[in-house]
């Protein structure tokens, strides 16, 4: 099992911009993917962005797309960060990442095979 540690989340206004990390305990994320995901209070999980390690390739759910930017950190190799810009008051939830690895099986805009989670990090943006 992979241990995960979000960080980075806080309180923003609308139309702010945060940075969340997300740090394994593998050295190297060499064939996984890394995916971003969120809850709001009251409602389901949902997929935010991933991001397959080996190519780079990006995937982004609807509602973030061109606001949110997920990316690999190659120095470190096996930090994933989400940027967040043009923040709204529905982007409020707590985003979680996961890792699963990849192995040639799933599709990159595939939510599911996600086995490894971090703990969650609270984002707020308020009007």
């Known amino acids: 099992q992979v241990h995960l540690v979000e960080s980075g989340g806080g309180l923003v206004q609308a139309g702010g911009s945060l940075t969340l990390s997300c740090a394994a305990s593998?050295?190297?994320?060499?064939?996984?993917?890394m995916g971003w995901f969120r809850q709001a209070p009251g409602k389901e999980r949902e997929f935010v962005a991933a991001?397959?390690?080996?190519?780079?390739?990006?995937?982004y759910a609807d509602s973030v797309m061109g606001r949110f930017t997920v990316s690999r950190d190659n120095a470190a190799k096996n930090t994933v960060s989400l940027y967040m810009n043009s923040l709204k008051p529905e982007d409020t939830a707590v985003y979680y990442c996961?890792?699963?690895?990849?192995?040639?099986?799933?599709?990159?805009?595939?939510?599911?095979?996600?086995?490894?989670w971090g703990q969650g990090t609270q984002v707020n943006v308020t009007s």
């Open positions: 991001i397959r390690w080996n190519s780079g390739n990006t995937n």
């Open positions: 996961a890792l699963r690895w990849n192995g040639g099986i799933w599709t990159l805009n595939t939510p599911s095979g996600y086995a490894d």
């Open positions: 593998e050295r190297s994320l060499s064939g996984y993917d």
